[in-house]
Structures are given as structure tokens and as C-alpha cells.
């Protein structure tokens, strides 16, 4: 009998002794980090309002600290927590973790989170925050800020309904590191200014070393879609929108859409301050203002928000980016010949385009769904805005861009990006056209050194796209259309793949569940992998058919897997297995979450060589199959595979 088997997620060295409040499942955290991935399929502790940390040496469990970020609910009756870490009581910024659980219980964690507290860290400043916000204002190097304007420090008031509202950057001591697994353990005490420049335009968190005054990074609040980068809409034709009456005429706002939801559309008038933006008004509700002044392209961008926010209501009934009802803001006819569309962290921004595309403003369907996907991110899992994080936010602000694309309006729905203003930017079907890698480390990749400086200001020196997020998310866009329409091929590392397709209901809900449940702030490709086969496994079990075409997806991108050339040794590499004790002299365990029936277990050395080839029978849930190796095989690293999936490699001492 053939049997298909799904396996338990990578351990560290040493076997578990399951029992009570032991994980069944868990990877390993890097440079004393917790793991970044436990599972509690049963009997799991109970949740105290944090997180539990696992010690892998002892199977001890204890109790976590940290602020409580925000609750995520979901259809299968799982609530998600999120948690940044403090010392010494002060945050540490890309410390987080997502916790969750069930009926009172965990049944998970994923995330970045300091096992040991690294010592000797400083608990005070050194400079003043005065002297800490000049080193800032210097490395952004903007002639203008918000601040400064008096019209925006009215207008921030009367948005936020709070009369102390200011967008003047105040100083937060944290413990700061580069968000890249290299350095995340290298914690430097900062202060952490949200810097909003008006001329020219950039907004970002600046990490400024609390004792020696060095600028240490910066994470961009604004994201971009990077060009060079019944209504009568511009791009979608005739289409439903709802207006509110308002003196005699109608505006283009709402307030109760899917349960309470405002959604509001205002005209910069080719301005850049919030502070002068007027509604759109129409006198019989029937919008067809096709005019010089571009007005019709307004309801665009108010239909699109409304069908971004229904898309996320109808699929995972969620109330706005926050799940809260969040207000949805959008103000159009930003500036003068400005390529651009952008979130800068509290509302939508969109530019008239310029002479490249035919001056069209950027208000279409699936930068309405990019942009506003952005700020779904920041409230869940607020992944970094640089490196391969920052690449993972755009990859997904673009997978659900065009989702709503598919969704709202399939006749003219394409996996492009762009395509309605005369300029794509980014086709998720072909990123090697746009010069974007779809493979991990391919053609095109940015390689993110450590000498890669996260400026994203285009205006200043040094400008490197936050070391390639817009490039590197090619690799996450390609891995989603390969999960929604399949394909086969042989990637950049030579490696020959084959995915069936699941279409895109079931694709969207592993790729939101992926995002909300289990992503954190520092998450790396490998993390997504790791998250989306668990997110594939509580959806649609872990025997699944989805299961097996997320898995060859990521190997299609290279991810985890899909490195060896075609016509060798051609097994999917996941982190789904345990082999221990590693390195071994003269046996090992390998141990994976299975079904009852048969299979083989196999030692291959990498020339090819089958060393071991033993028929094993399995059982239903965790298999720790033990294995004897050869007297006379010879020491060196060999590959391990179960039933003809790679499940690592092996260390003969």
C-alpha cells in the first residue's frame, strides 16, 4: 500500500519525550533565540495572557513577559496573540511572537524572542533624546517636515480627534538590532524616532544609538507600489459605490461598510498637505465627473477600497486592516507629476502619474488592494520593512492585490501589476520580466550585505530600495501564482519542478493565514515557508493535498528546497522531520507526524550511493523510526529521506 506521509517540523539535535506540556512539534531559534516554531497538538499548557518558553535542554516550560500587541480571531476558533519582548522593561524591537490558541490552551507559537537576555546591555541613555532626534533629522535630510507645517499639525488634530495629536517625533527607548538572522542577537540600546518628512517625502522609524549618538537603521512607514515602479470609474467601468449625503449634495465617504467600516475619499488638488484636501462632491449621486482635472479617478480609488475591504469581509470575515473597523482613507491627485501610489502608515496616498504612463493616476484596482494590504500587514504581522522581511510585505501586499483584482472584477483581472495606467511594474506569472528573481538567491536577487544600509529615500544618497524589497518579493509572488494555477519547470538552481494548482480561494487562505497567524516582524523566507505548510496543515489537515503543493511550490522558488539540479537527486527538502542524534556513530532516529501503512526509509551519500534502504510500517501521528548504520560505512554527511522526501542530513562521525 502507498502512503502519503506529512512530517513532523525539524527538532534540534535530541529527541522530545512527548508528554504533557511537551511540544510535538519545533524548529530551532538561531544565536540564542528562542524556537522559532512550537506545536502543542495535545494537552498543550494553558495560556496565561503570555507567551510560554520551551528550553530544549531541560523540556522545561515557563512563563514569558511581554506587551500584548493585538488578538487575532479566526474561523477554525483559533485566537492569535501577539507579544513584543521587553528587558530591563524596555522593548525590543523585532522581538515577537505570535501565540496561539484554543478553547483557554496554546497550540502554538511562532516568532523571534531572546531565550537568554544577552548580558551587559545598557539600561540608560548616554546622549540626550534632543542630541539623539539631531542625529536623526541629519540622516534623513529632508528640507521640510510635518511638523513644521502649522495646516498638517491642525489637520493630524482634527484626523485623530485628539487635541495633543502632533506628528512631531518623540524618542521611545528600545533595544535595537538589524532585523537579519546574522545580527538579531547584536541588541544596542536606541532611540526610536517615527520621523514623517514633508519635502522630500519619506516616513521611517530612526534607530539612534542611546550612547554613542550612531544612526543604527531605519524601517520605512510609507510602502510603496514602486512605479519607476454606480460609478463611472476610469479603470473598471460602471460599478456600485456608496456615498453619504451631505449639504444638498454627496461626498464620496461612507461610514457602516461591512459593520461600521468608514471609507473616505478626499482631493489633494495636486497638493501635498493633508491639511487642504476637500471632498469629492456630486449633486445627483450618479458620479460620472470626467473632467479635465482627472476627477473620475477618484471613485476608483473609493470603489477599490470598498472591494479591498469586502474582499477580506466575504473570504475571512475581517472589519478593515485592523479587524476593527479601522477607517479606510484615500486622497487623490497627490502633488505634481508623481508616479507613485503609497500607505505611510495611517492612510492611502496616490499620485497622478507623470509623462511615462501618460499622467493616469495610480489609483487602480490592485494598488488599491497593494497599498491597503500594507496596512493589514503593520497590524498583524508587521514584518520589517527591509531585506527579506520588507520583501515578504510587498510579496504579500502584491499576492493580495491581486486576489481582490481576480475577485472583484475576473474579466479584466491579470497577474500583472500596473496594467490599467500603461505601466506594469511587476507580473507575479513571469518576475524575471520586470528583472525580479523567482528563485531564492536566483536571477536578479538582491543580495542584502551586511554592508546594505536600509535609506529609502530615492531623493538622497544611498537610496537601495530597502536592500530589494520590491525585487525580492518576485520569489513570493511567483510561489503564489505556482500554488494557485500550478506549473512545471527547472528553476535558476537547476532543480525540476511540478506544482498543481488549488486555485485561488484556497491559496488566498493559506497565504492570510500564513500573514495573520504566524508571520512576525522578522520573518525571513524560511520562516514563511515553515508557516505556510502549519497554516496549510490547520486549514485543510496535514495529509493534505494542499500541504504537498505548498511544499512543492517553495522547492519550485528555491525556498527550503528545489536546489538540486535536475536529473540528480531530486527530493523536496523540508523542515518538517527530526534526525538525532546528529552527528551519529552507529545509529540514528528519524522522527515525522505520519499514517498508518508502510514506507522506506533511505541513506544516500551525495554521490548517489544508496546506502541504507529500510521498509518501515508507520502509525498514525509521531513515528520515531530507529535506524543502524552500516560498520562499514565510511564517516561524512549523507542525505536522509523518508519515502522519498528529504528529511535532512546526516552526519556520520
Not at 502512503?3 to 540564542?32: D, Y
Not at 516568532?111 to 541629519?138: C, H, M, N, Q, V
Not at 544596542?188 to 519619506?202: G, Q, T
Not at 515525522?592 to 501521528?621: A, Y
Request: proline content about 3%.
Amino acid at each position: 500500500m502507498k502512503t502519503r506521509f506529512i512530517f513532523a517540523v525539524s527538532i534540534a539535535a535530541s529527541a522530545f519525550v512527548f508528554g504533557q506540556e511537551i511540544p510535538s512539534k519545533l524548529v530551532s531559534g538561531k544565536k540564542g533565540l528562542h524556537a522559532e516554531l512550537i506545536r502543542f497538538d495535545k494537552n498543550g499548557p494553558k495560556f496565561e495572557g503570555n507567551p510560554v518558553l520551551f528550553d530544549e535542554t531541560t523540556k522545561r516550560i515557563s512563563q514569558g513577559k511581554g506587551l500584548m500587541l493585538g488578538l487575532e480571531r479566526d474561523e477554525l476558533g483559533f485566537e492569535t496573540y501577539r507579544f513584543q519582548q521587553t528587558i530591563n522593561g524596555i522593548p525590543v524591537e523585532h522581538g515577537m511572537m505570535a501565540v496561539q490558541t484554543k478553547a483557554g490552551k496554546i497550540v502554538g507559537e511562532t516568532g523571534k524572542w531572546f531565550l537568554k537576555e544577552p548580558t551587559a546591555l545598557e539600561k540608560t541613555s548616554g546622549i540626550s533624546e534632543k542630541g539623539a532626534l539631531d542625529r536623526a533629522l541629519a540622516f534623513v535630510g529632508a528640507d521640510s517636515y510635518k511638523w513644521q507645517n502649522k495646516e498638517e499639525e491642525e489637520f493630524i488634530k482634527r484626523e485623530s480627534n485628539n487635541p495633543n495629536a502632533t506628528f512631531a517625533p518623540k524618542g521611545e527607548l528600545v533595544y535595537y538590532s538589524d532585523p537579519s538572522e546574522e545580527k538579531l542577537a547584536d541588541l544596542k540600546l536606541a532611540y526610536k524616532f517615527d520621523i514623517y518628512a514633508e519635502k522630500p517625502l519619506s516616513r521611517q522609524y530612526v534607530f539612534v544609538d542611546a550612547k554613542t549618538g550612531e544612526v543604527l537603521g531605519a524601517d520605512a512607514l510609507i510602502h510603496e507600489t514602486n512605479a519607476p515602479g454606480t460609478a463611472t470609474t476610469a479603470y473598471s467601468g460602471n460599478q456600485s459605490i456608496v456615498a453619504d449625503s451631505y449639504n444638498g449634495s454627496y461626498r464620496l465617504r461612507e461610514t457602516g461598510r461591512n459593520g461600521g467600516t468608514a471609507v473616505e475619499t478626499y482631493n489633494l488638488k495636486k497638493g501635498t498637505n493633508y491639511s487642504a484636501a476637500v471632498d469629492f462632491t456630486d449633486t445627483d449621486n450618479i458620479w460620472n465627473n470626467v473632467n479635465t482635472n482627472k476627477d473620475q479617478y477618484a471613485t476608483d480609488a473609493h470603489w477599490g477600497a470598498e472591494k479591498t475591504l469586502d474582499y477580506y469581509y466575504t473570504k475571512f470575515g475581517r472589519k478593515s486592516i485592523d479587524n476593527n473597523n479601522f477607517a479606510i482613507k484615500s486622497y487623490v491627485h497627490y502633488s505634481t507629476n508623481y508616479f507613485n501610489a503609497f500607505w505611510d502608515g495611517s492612510r492611502m496616498t496616490y499620485g497622478d502619474g507623470s509623462s511615462v504612463n501618460g499622467n493616469k493616476p495610480l489609483t487602480a484596482l490592485d494598488v488599491c488592494g497593494h497599498e491597503i494590504t500594507h496596512g493589514l500587514t503593520t497590524k498583524t504581522a508587521n514584518l520589517a520593512y527591509q531585506r527579506e522581511s520588507g520583501a515578504l510585505n510587498e510579496g504579500f501586499s502584491d499576492i493580495f492585490g491581486n486576489s481582490v483584482e481576480f475577485w472583484a472584477r475576473p474579466t479584466q483581472a491579470s497577474w500583472k501589476l500596473g496594467e490599467d495606467f500603461s505601466y506594469v511594474i511587476r507580473d507575479m506569472s513571469n518576475p524575471n520580466a520586470y528583472s525580479q528573481p523567482d528563485t531564492y538567491m536566483g536571477t536578479y536577487w538582491v543580495n542584502a550585505s551586511s554592508t546594505c544600509t536600509p535609506q529609502g529615500n530615492p531623493n538622497l544618497p544611498g537610496y537601495n530600495d530597502y536592500c530589494g524589497v520590491h525585487t525580492n518579493s518576485g520569489v513570493l509572488n511567483f510561489w503564489y501564482y505556482l500554488l494557485v494555477n500550478g506549473g512545471s519547470g527547472t528553476n535558476d538552481k537547476g532543480f525540476a519542478y511540478n506544482v498543481t494548482g488549488i486555485g485561488l480561494d484556497k491559496a488566498g487562505a493559506i497565504a492570510y493565514r500564513t500573514l495573520t497567524n504566524y508571520l512576525t516582524s522578522a520573518s525571513n523566507y524560511a520562516n514563511a515557508r515553515t508557516y505556510s505548510l502549519q497554516a496549510a496543515a490547520d486549514l485543510y489537515g496535514a495529509g493534505s493535498n494542499e500541504v504537498t503543493q505548498v511544499t512543492n511550490a517553495w522547492n519550485a522558488v528555491g525556498v527550503g528546497g528545489g536546489t538540486s539540479a535536475a536529473g540528480k537527486i531530486a527530493v523536496a527538502e523540508t523542515p518538517l522531520y527530526t534526525i538525532s542524534p546528529n552527528p551519529a556513530t552507529d545509529r540514528f532516529t528519524v522522527g515525522f507526524d505520519g499514517k498508518e501503512g508502510s514506507g522506506v526509509v533511505e541513506l544516500i551519500s551525495l554521490t548517489g550511493k544508496k546506502e541504507i534502504s529500510e521498509k518501515v510500517n508507520t502509525v498514525d501521528g509521531a513515528n520515531k523510526i530507529d535506524v543502524k548504520l552500516p560498520s562499514n560505512i565510511l564517516p561524512g554527511v549523507y542525505i536522509v529521506t523518508v519515502n522519498g522526501q528529504k528529511a535532512g542530513n546526516l552526519i556520520k562521525k
